[in-house]
T-cell receptor, first 112, second 114 residues
Framework: QKEVEQNSGPLSVPEGAIASLNCTYS??????FFWYRQYSGKSPELIMS????GDKEDGRFTAQLNKASQYVSLLIRDSQPSDSATYLCAVNMRTGANNLFFGTGTRLTVIP | GAVVSQHPSWVICKSGTSVKIECRSLDFQATTMFWYRQFPKQSLMLMAT?????????EQGVEKDKFLINHASLTLSTLTVTSAHPEDSSFYIC??????????FGQGTRLTVV
């Protein structure tokens, strides 16, 4: 089992819809969770961090964490064509700066 | 967010030569830096993890004598691709973090070996 798993997609949603991106992780004691966005040909950029169970909202983005289910998701409301990118889930497993694992990413396309 | 600067953003070199890529954390102390390689339409592939003042830890299959990593200070890490070959052409990306906080990525370096 991979440490961090994401559906590779591609995921296509119409403009204005809600895009839901999911991620599961293997280490139950993981404490820190991150979502990155990577546009084609560019490096990833951090868009959300979440540390506690529940929802964390930032503009059109909502991160959801369920540690019991070892599941973290990212919702994008009112999706825009500019949201089309690959979204990477990252999990810091246990303590230690070296223990940051990335999923392979989900490719999202928002259709105008 | 914090700023990580990677230089150069692109480089073309001749086969057999060496290329050095720099990664700097501009506004925080990076206790750990990561180096990735990404081929077109593929996922990030972690090459190595380095802690300041220590030898880098390389992922399986990555040749440490070919990809030399130096993390001599809390703000600078370098990746040197030695004796580059066309198959080394790729997008190289560094990221940096302080402690177990978020990691921030550099802009990436597109290497073309001719």
């Amino acid at each position: 089992q991979k440490e961090v798993e994401q559906n590779s997609g591609p995921l296509s949603v119409p403009e204005g819809a809600i895009a839901s991106l999911n991620c599961t992780y293997s280490d139950r004691v993981s404490q820190s969770f991150f979502w990155y966005r990577q546009y084609s040909g560019k490096s990833p950029e951090l868009i959300m961090s979440i540390y506690s169970n529940g929802d964390k909202e930032d503009g059109r983005f909502t991160a959801q964490l369920n540690k019991a289910s070892q599941y973290v998701s990212l919702l994008i409301r009112d999706s825009q064509p500019s949201d089309s990118a690959t979204y990477l889930c990252a999990v810091n497993m246990r303590t230690g700066a070296n223990n940051l694992f990335f999923g392979t990413g989900t490719r999202l396309t928002v259709i105008p | 967010g914090a700023v990580v600067s990677q230089h150069p953003s692109w480089v073309i070199c001749k086969s057999g030569t060496s290329v050095k890529i720099e990664c700097r954390s501009l506004d925080f102390q990076a206790t750990t830096m990561f180096w990735y390689r990404q081929f077109p339409k593929q996922s990030l592939m972690l090459m190595a993890t380095s802690n300041e003042g220590s030898k880098a830890t390389y992922e399986q299959g990555v040749e440490k004598d070919k990809f030399l990593i130096n993390h001599a200070s809390l703000t600078l890490s370098t990746l040197t691709v030695t004796s580059a070959h066309p198959e080394d052409s790729s997008f190289y990306i560094c990221s940096a973090r302080g402690g177990d906080a978020e990691a921030f990525f550099g802009q990436g370096t597109r290497l073309t070996v001719v």
